[in-house]
């Protein structure tokens, strides 16, 4: 039986790579993004399956439910939710961030993510079957400087994907938080407000992990036999570890 999948954020990075990966398997997909001319030209690309492409904005919580009410009948008994929207925006400390930034984060990476949970989960509670799978971040385990609301927010997926578990625990529907570091795909480029040459910087000198090998773990999380929850997997490149904890000492 063909499954569906519902990818938001389809038109780079993750989402994208999560669209070229199910395709690959013949999944049946819904990609949603803002950029419309990239979500055409990604169902061109896959257009050996089928694609319902849906232009959303997730934070616009009137949009998310008629997309979700307004889906085609093949489209309608969504198998996975790949929760994936969302972006970091600066990396100042947090007296001198923009507050607009972190409205954009905050309404974003949970409000969004809260929108499509509450508005797809009904179906998968009815069907008894289902998998809402979360991108979260390294960044909502482990503080850096400048990481301030962006790691909260992520720290909020984690907690929301572990308290939807217990939710639905009386159910088959699957619920898993990802939780990538260092990964290169546009992701610096949106944080340093489209400063190529900072974003570049991040990545300098590194092996960072691939939108690829994140769609990877992704599928595998889908794979495995459905009485199996993988709930959190925590991914860095080899690259990357954790740091001491930080110690403030005045000059003497
Ligand atoms: P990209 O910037 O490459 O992709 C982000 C995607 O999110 C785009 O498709 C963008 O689509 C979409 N998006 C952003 N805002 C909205 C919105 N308001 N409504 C709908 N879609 C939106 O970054 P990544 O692929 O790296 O990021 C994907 C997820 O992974 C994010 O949640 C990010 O926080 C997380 N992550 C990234 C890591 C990294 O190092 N790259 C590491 C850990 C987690 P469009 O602009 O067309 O709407
Ligand atoms: C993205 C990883 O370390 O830039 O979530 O916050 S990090």
């Keep these: 039986m063909q499954r569906t999948i519902c990818i938001t954020g389809a038109t780079s990075g993750f989402g994208k790579a999560c669209a070229e990966r199910f395709a690959a398997e013949g999944w049946r997909l819904i990609l949603t993004g803002r950029r419309v001319e990239r979500l055409q030209a990604l169902k061109e690309q896959l257009r050996a399956v089928p694609v319902h492409a849906v232009e959303l904005d997730v934070r616009d919580f009137e949009a998310v439910a008629a997309m979700v009410r307004d889906l085609p009948g093949d489209f309608q008994d969504i198998d996975v939710l790949v929760n994936n929207a969302g972006l970091a925006l600066g990396l100042e400390g947090a007296h001198r961030s923009d507050i607009r930034d972190w409205q954009i984060m905050i309404d974003t990476n949970i409000k969004g ?13 009815d069907r008894n079957r289902g998998h809402i799978i979360n991108m979260g971040s390294i960044a909502g385990s482990y503080p850096y400087p400048g990481g301030n609301v962006y790691g909260a927010t992520k ?3 984690k907690q929301f994907s572990r308290n939807l578990l217990t939710d639905l625990n009386h159910t088959r529907v699957r619920v898993t938080n990802i939780e990538p570091g260092l990964a290169e795909s546009e992701f610096s480029v949106v944080r340093f407000h489209g400063d190529r040459d900072r974003a570049d910087a991040v990545y300098k000198g590194t092996e960072p992990l691939t ?6 773990i992704v599928h595998w999380v889908t794979s495995v036999p459905p009485h199996v929850n993988i709930c959190t997997v925590e991914v860095m490149p080899v690259c990357q570890s954790c740091g001491p904890l930080a110690i403030h000492r005045e000059k003497q």
Excluded at 211 to 216: G, L, Q, S
């Design 113 to 125: 993510l809260c929108y499509l949970t509450r508005c797809i989960l009904p179906s998968m509670v």
């Design 155 to 157: 720290a909020f997926v």
């Design 211 to 216: 939108p690829a090998d994140i769609a990877e």
